[in-house]
């Protein structure tokens, strides 16, 4: 009797080759796109040495989508853009149209389906962020709803643009960062502020001491091997929950005391000024689901001013470096206290060291 | 099925922002999961906090990476969810899809999980959101079968991406989806078998625009860049000096000075010497200003979040590097940086962190690289230095 041979496992077949992806217009121009235009919001012409031009009509989307979604867009896409698609970075979709007559009337359908165009040029684009309560284990805060609510907020600054640059927003729902919101015009971002609950009964059950002890960045974690557990000190601890992720009987997640700061002036482009870490604007605002109105209501407030005082041109770190952190605090009204002053281990470089300052 | 009364889930489908309440509602038509999701999600709501139990190791054969393992806290009350596992699927190069392949990816979607999908992952990966243990073979098989592959997770090398590229850009300075597929290709076994001290990101930015954020978000962040003159395209000048003041939105907004606009003439003049390449005049005058000939990029070490010990933005370790297939120098010098992280980090010290830790220099000696100015901001502050035995008298 000869057992029936193994199904072969096709493993490390990496993904599908870019190449195959690329509809014939992109193909044929391929590394000799010459210029590009804005032609109107949310819409960009690229022209090629060839002569071609392609139209790119850049739309919001969710992130968390449905089949039925996915299945819409392709449909437009085999309607309007020979098959094929994209998504940027922000997670927006961008159909890629090689002839100009197909642009009105995909925007006609766009706004049938009520599926926003911009993000293009000055203005906001999409908010990336994380998983939040949907499908997260650790978070702070949820992460779509709060991008749901301040994207309905800031609507108009997505199909328009009539910003000074471009704004980019991001948003974490805890500070392991998945969203990497921490070089953003402005991050909105969950945080802790309580001290990890030790479950003493599991902590030896469901993690390795050591590792734990290992993983909290001010050495606030002990060994207490009498119960086979560890001690924290409290007066030590950041919050910053890196010991819940190495295990779970160090819950962090205190539904009361959970909430978001707000940090500003991050950037990742190097244009111009260099790339700039976001710094804390607000320390904390309250958990307030389902529409957080106060982390809308910041976000507007920061956009508001940025927009009425920028210069054109000016992303919000170049704003701020061009005015001052303390006109800053003072024309956003935002109250600065001992709380926004550094006290880890980079601190020094923040502190200043002239009498150059403004009143 | 269930139907969940969801007041607060309610309230997110309103608005004009297209709504993740209303996908959520459009995958429950067909999903008994997504049903429960959205009923789990109303109870994190009212009770504010998460309710997926912590960690959980699942995942298919020959892989130790791209499945997330994840259990509801409330399986009696979500039995649905009560296992909700996430594939992540290795994206093709700079997102771009033909319909016939998503169709495909849907289809089996549909069949095999909640209809959920994150396109894309924060690492770039598509997600598929949610399936039980079960299925978790079977969706790998087909998605297989129609040649997608799994990303990574872990302590392991994640999917690395990159920006548009050539594909759909005038200023990627080499070809970015070549090089990210290339490499993807190459090292496959460290993305799927996670066997390193902490994770390892790769991100390739085809310009100084870095669209994909790699100085922020990548350990290795691949950024193109030039050497030689500014192309300037002096009758498209003239264009835009038609419609806005140049000097106000370019020569004035210019970091190192570099840039100067003959109003006479309508002519641009570049000082190249003192150009640093930001690419803030090759945006504002995309017509009539291109990057240098001679391309490649620079490649810079360290990125990563705030845990633990702070944020880093990467550092320059090679000013300038050719990017030309097969990419045999970037190859040869990533292997030694990976032996080096391997042999000296500690458990879940990202790269980074390491060689704060050690000492930039001790890093360039490990991996051969040379010393140059334009690693540093400025020169350090203080003597001391560490000084080799061979510098000594003896």
Same mark, same amino acid.
């Given at each position: 009797m000869t057992a029936e041979a193994p199904k072969k496992v096709k493993t490390d077949i990496g993904p599908p080759n870019y190449k195959d992806m690329l509809s014939p217009v992109l193909t044929r121009n391929y590394g000799k796109w010459d210029y590009h235009e804005v032609v109107r919001p949310g819409v960009m012409k690229h022209t090629s040495e060839t002569g071609e031009g392609l139209y790119t009509v850049r739309v919001g989307s969710p992130r968390l989508v449905s089949l039925t979604f996915v299945r819409t867009i392709c449909e437009l896409a085999d309607k309007y853009s020979d098959g094929v698609l994209r998504f940027t970075s922000r997670n927006n979709v961008e159909f890629l149209l090689g002839e100009e007559k197909n642009v009105e009337p995909l925007l006609q359908e766009l706004e049938e389906k009520k599926l926003p165009v911009g993000g293009v040029g000055n203005s906001m684009t999409n908010i990336v962020h994380t998983q939040g309560w949907l499908h997260c284990h650790t978070p702070a805060t949820d992460a779509s709803g709060i991008v749901k609510a301040v994207m309905d907020d800031l609507y108009e600054h997505f199909t328009h643009t009539d910003l000074p640059s471009k704004l980019r927003i991001s948003m974490a729902c805890c500070l392991n960062m998945c969203g990497a919101v921490h070089c953003s015009d402005i991050a909105i971002l969950g945080i802790h502020r309580t001290p990890p609950r030790i479950d003493h009964e599991r902590v030896a059950k469901t993690g390795e001491i050591p590792s734990i002890i290992a993983s909290c960045p001010t050495a606030a974690?002990? /060994?207490? /091997?009498?119960?086979?557990?560890v001690v924290v000190a409290e007066d030590r601890c950041m919050y910053c929950g890196n010991c819940y992720t190495m295990s779970p009987a160090m819950e962090i997640i205190d539904p009361k005391n959970d909430g978001i700061a707000i940090m500003v002036g991050g950037k990742v482009s190097n244009a111009r000024i260099e790339p700039e870490f976001s710094r804390l604007a607000i320390p904390f605002l309250p958990n307030n689901p389902p529409r957080w109105p106060e982390v809308v209501e910041a976000t507007r407030n920061i956009v508001e001013v940025w927009a009425g005082d920028a210069h054109r041109g000016e992303r919000v770190a170049e704003w701020i470096a061009r005015i001052g952190w303390e006109s800053f605090f003072k024309r956003t009204g935002i109250p600065f206290s001992d709380k926004h002053i550094d006290d880890f281990i980079f601190s020094i470089p923040t502190m200043r060291s002239t009498t150059n300052f403004k009143w | 099925m269930t139907e969940y009364k969801t007041p607060m889930m309610d309230e997110l489908e309103k608005g004009p922002w297209p709504s993740f309440v209303t996908e959520l509602r459009e995958a429950a038509k067909g999903s008994a999961m997504a049903e429960d999701l959205i009923g789990q999600m109303e109870k994190s709501y009212e009770e504010k906090k998460g309710l997926w139990k912590h960690g959980g190791i699942v995942?298919?054969?020959? =892989?130790?990476?791209?499945?997330?393992?994840? =259990?509801?806290?409330?399986?009696?009350?979500?039995?649905?969810?009560?296992?909700?596992?996430?594939?992540r699927v290795n994206q093709p190069g700079g997102w771009f899809y033909n319909t016939e392949t998503l169709k495909k990816i849907c289809d089996i979607w549909e069949e095999k999980g909640s209809g959920l999908f994150n396109f894309h992952g924060a690492t770039g990966d598509i997600i598929l959101l949610g399936t039980t243990t079960a299925e978790l073979q079977p969706t790998f098989d087909l998605l297989s079968e129609q040649g997608f592959d799994l990303g990574g997770s872990g302590s392991a090398l994640r999917t690395p991406s990159s920006c548009v590229g050539p594909a759909r850009c005038e200023w990627a300075c080499f070809d970015t989806l070549d090089l990210c597929y290339d490499l993807t290709m190459a090292f496959q076994d460290y993305m799927h078998r996670p066997a390193w001290p902490y994770k390892f990101k790769i991100k390739i930015s085809g310009c100084p625009n870095d669209c994909v954020a790699a100085i922020a978000r990548s350990d290795l962040s691949i950024i193109g860049t030039w050497k030689g003159p500014i192309q300037v395209r002096q009758e498209a000048v003239k264009e835009y000096a038609a419609s806005w003041s140049i000097d106000r939105y370019v020569t004035n907004t210019c970091p190192t000075k570099a840039f100067y606009y003959d109003d006479e003439k309508k002519e641009v003049r570049i000082d190249n010497a003192n150009c640093v390449r930001c690419m803030n005049c090759i945006n504002?005058?995309?017509?009539?200003?291109?990057p240098g000939k001679e391309r490649g990029a620079s490649l810079l070490i360290g990125g990563k979040a705030t845990i633990l010990r702070s944020a880093f933005m990467s550092w320059v370790i090679v000013p300038f590097m050719k990017m030309e297939p097969p990419y045999t120098e970037l190859k040869d010098l990533i292997g030694k940086i990976w032996d080096w992280w391997d042999e000296n980090a500690k458990s879940r010290e990202r790269i980074g962190?390491?060689? =704060?830790?050690?000492?930039m220099p001790e890093f360039l000696r490990a991996t051969g690289l040379p010393a140059v100015p334009q690693m540093v901001r400025q020169p350090r502050a203080n003597p001391y230095v560490f000084w080799d035995q061979d510098d000594l008298e003896k």
């Open positions: 974690i002990r /060994p207490d /091997p009498k119960n086979k557990s | 995942g298919v054969k020959g =892989y130790g990476s791209g499945v997330i393992g994840r =259990y509801s806290d409330l399986p009696e009350e979500f039995p649905n969810v009560r296992e909700f596992h996430t594939m504002k005058m995309p017509k009539a200003l291109k962190e390491l060689i =704060y830790r050690k000492g």
